[in-house]
């Protein structure tokens, strides 16, 4: 499947920075699961590429000179593989490096008792189990978290958004010594057009890494592009930085995918 993707990120600050630095992943990663055709990301000056520990693209734009604003276009066409079943390991990012619990994904007494019927003896099945069960205690509700919520925070609060699902699925997971990872993203959804970057856990089993996008109850990639994965959202994240000076600051960002054929 082709899917032509677009995303724009603007923010605006409320007075003048005098100086930034901002770490850019919006480049999707080089996987047997898709092609990429074509992508650029237009930024207001030229970056430096580099990949980062795990393995993901990123771009780091320093601004030396006094602005008001920081603005983001990265768009292309993308071809995935929707009979993806799984994906095999990284040669250069063991395993074994995701069952350690991140600040973001640490696990509480409550998510580990919620758990527990079901982590037994953990399969594929028991965790889609976990998974639905998971996406019913804690139903997808628009601006109840933030980038900074822990997955005990979501929990105990009982909604979030696809970023809470898979830090709560994530650590409950490594709460067990079972591998597990952050992935983000972009979604291709039929019905309607995601107006954000999409999240979702892949768990280490037999070898392979499976999809447990909590979110949408989907356990296959079949309609998701791979941009960065990590611990957690902090290690995923679309636009990080530090900035000296500007005040507060909107932000504003859009994601439209759409079908290509």
């Known amino acids: 499947m082709k899917l ?16 930034s630095v901002q770490y850019i992943r919006m480049t999707p990663m080089q996987l047997p699961h898709q092609i990429i055709h074509e992508w650029n990301v237009m930024l207001p000056k ?3 590429s580099q990949k980062d520990g795990f393995g993901n693209d990123w771009l780091t734009l320093s601004r030396n000179e006094s602005h008001d604003n920081l603005q983001m276009q990265a768009s292309g066409i993308v071809e995935i593989n929707t009979d993806t079943e799984r994906l095999e390991d990284s040669d250069t990012v063991p395993y074994l490096l995701f069952t350690v619990q991140s600040p973001l994904t640490k696990c509480s007494d409550a998510m580990r008792d919620f758990a527990a019927p079901y982590l037994k003896q953990p399969t594929h099945d028991s965790l889609k189990e976990l998974a639905g069960t998971l996406i019913m205690r804690m139903p997808f509700i628009k601006d109840t978290t933030h980038v900074g919520t822990t997955a ?8 979030g958004v696809c970023q809470d699902h898979t830090h ?16 983000s993203g972009y979604l291709y959804d039929d019905t309607e057009n995601h107006m954000a970057s999409h999240a979702w856990a892949e768990v280490w089993l037999d070898g392979y890494w499976y999809t447990f996008d909590i979110s949408n109850q989907l356990f296959q990639p079949s309609a998701h592009v791979y941009v960065a994965i990590g611990r957690d959202y902090s290690d995923t994240a679309p636009v990080r930085g530090v900035r000296m000076g500007g005040g507060y600051e909107n932000l504003y960002s859009q994601v439209l995918v759409t079908r290509l054929s």
């Open 152 to 159: 005990s925070e979501a929990f105990d609060l009982g909604s």
């Open 168 to 183: 709560v699925f994530v650590g409950i997971c490594r709460d067990q010594q079972i591998p597990a990872r952050y992935v």
């Open 4 to 19: 032509q993707i677009s995303h724009q990120t603007n923010y605006y600050y409320g007075e003048l920075a005098q100086r």
């Open 46 to 48: 030229v970056a430096v």
